[in-house]
């Protein structure tokens, strides 16, 4: 139970979305650009490594695949190789289009949107979240877009949300972030705000709510969900 005047009908709220995992599937076109990246570095990784980056700033997920194949470089260097890895990325998102969105998150956006005092915010680690939401047709759902270049401090440190929350006027304890990273749970935690976390149990555990998706429920389920909790 946290301390809340989220079940005050008067007060400003907001959802803040996580991008990766949550809205779309963008941790495939990850996976193979950092791939090709280690790949020309002479080492590889799986895609069960690749799990642990979900939700990591860009540069910490260089270090860490660079940590996996045992190899450090001049901060120089490793600035290249995330411009690098970055322009192989953008060479798949530029292709994506509506069908990646993930199932009933369009309509989740439309019934927050009808709600008089909700707003909605992304809070991502992605420093191409515009540039996604704008080729799948969503950016017009977002009052406020908190990407990687805003922030000083990535996940789990809870920056990126609050900014989000002081951006569109809204208490934290009035915010509902929906992530599909333990980092980000952990961010929106230490930010004083409701987690839902998508996808499993046994890895978002600590969250308030966590649903395997979105596609069998409705906002008002979540959020009636959220109150008993307060």
């Known amino acids: 139970m946290i301390d809340s005047n989220f079940n005050n ?3 400003n709220k907001a959802c803040i979305f996580d991008l990766d995992g949550v809205i779309v599937d963008t941790a495939k076109y990850h996976f193979v650009a950092w791939r090709n990246l280690a790949n020309s570095l002479g080492f590889d ?3 069960k490594d690749n799990e642990k980056l979900k939700g990591v700033s860009r540069i910490d997920s260089l270090n860490l695949i660079l940590e ?3 190899m450090n470089f001049s901060d120089k260097i490793k600035t290249d190789l995330t411009v690098q890895k970055n322009e192989d990325y953008l060479t798949y998102i530029q ?4 069908s990646e969105i993930l199932p009933n998150v369009v309509e989740i956006l439309k019934q927050v949107k009808k709600k008089s005092n909700y707003k909605i915010g992304l809070g991502s680690a992605s420093k191409n979240a515009k540039l996604i939401l704008e080729q799948v047709g969503l950016i017009k ?3 406020f877009i908190v990407d990687g270049s805003m ?7 809870p920056e990126g949300f609050l900014l989000a929350a002081s951006e569109m006027d809204v208490l934290p304890e009035n915010c509902i972030v929906f992530e599909d990273a333990p980092k980000g ?5 230490a930010a004083k705000m409701f987690a839902v976390g ?3 149990e046994e890895d978002l555990g600590d969250a308030h709510l966590v649903m395997s998706d979105f596609s069998k429920t409705t906002f008002e389920e979540i959020e009636e969900k959220l109150l008993a909790v307060v």
């Open 9 to 11: 009908k008067e007060m």
């Open 45 to 47: 990784f799986t895609e």
């Open 68 to 70: 996996w194949g045992g």
């Open 95 to 98: 292709k994506m289009n509506e």
């Open 141 to 143: 759902y977002f009052d």
């Open 151 to 157: 922030v000083t401090n990535g996940k789990p440190h």
């Open 185 to 189: 749970v952990e961010a929106a935690l």
């Open 198 to 200: 998508i996808g499993s």
